[in-house]
């Protein structure tokens, strides 16, 4: 063998043995694999009854204990929200005097995921559609939620028959009527 063939050769084998050590060491190394957070939901509730914002609502992610209330400007951030599809549940003493819930469509959320919804009280009109058949929403365009308890045990009052009335009264610069 030629000297210049036998130092290619030393060369080949020191590159060899070079990468050997190398992969051997990789090999060792250990891999840390990467986690992510969990979810993230911010947003904003708005009062679609009054305008404006809706300040006090409890924000709550079904399956969970994960619960947020909206600061005066209506905003909100909940963290934690485990992966997986959840719904998002909308409080607020004007919705339990309305007997209405609010919820969100099913979303999907994975860990790392950072999503911002705009959730509201249905505008009087939407509530109307709602709740009232098409026969009932030609009679007139208002309507009137409420429930009947018993005043001893506070349960429903089954078969319980309401009566209501009222005035209208117009308003004028110098008259009422």
């Known amino acids: 063998m030629s000297s210049g063939r036998a130092n290619a050769s030393i060369r080949l084998l020191a590159v060899a043995v070079g990468l050997g050590i190398a992969a051997a060491g990789a ?9 992510r957070s969990p979810a993230i939901l911010t947003g904003v509730a708005i009062d679609s009854l009054d305008g404006g914002y809706l300040a006090g609502a409890s924000i ?3 399956g969970t204990q994960l619960i947020a209330k909206t600061d005066s400007d209506g905003l909100f951030r909940i963290e934690g929200i485990p992966a997986g599809t ?5 409080r607020h003493p004007l919705l339990d005097s309305l007997a209405v819930v609010i919820t969100t469509s099913p979303k999907a959320f994975s860990n790392g995921d950072s999503a911002f919804v705009i959730v509201g009280i249905p505008s009087p009109a939407t509530l109307v559609r709602q709740t009232c058949s098409a026969e009932d929403q030609a009679r007139g365009e ?7 308890t018993d005043a001893d045990t506070d349960k429903p009052s089954i078969g319980a028959f309401v009566t209501i009335a009222w005035v ?10």
Not at 86 to 90: G, K, L
Request: a neutral charge; aromatic letters at 6%.
């Open 27 to 35: 090999s060792a190394q250990r891999i840390t694999p990467v986690t």
């Open 60 to 62: 709550s992610i079904s």
């Open 86 to 90: 959840h719904v998002v549940e909308i």
């Open 142 to 148: 208002a309507f009137i939620v409420g429930s009947v």
């Open 168 to 177: 209208d009264y117009d308003i004028g610069p110098k008259s009422i009527k």
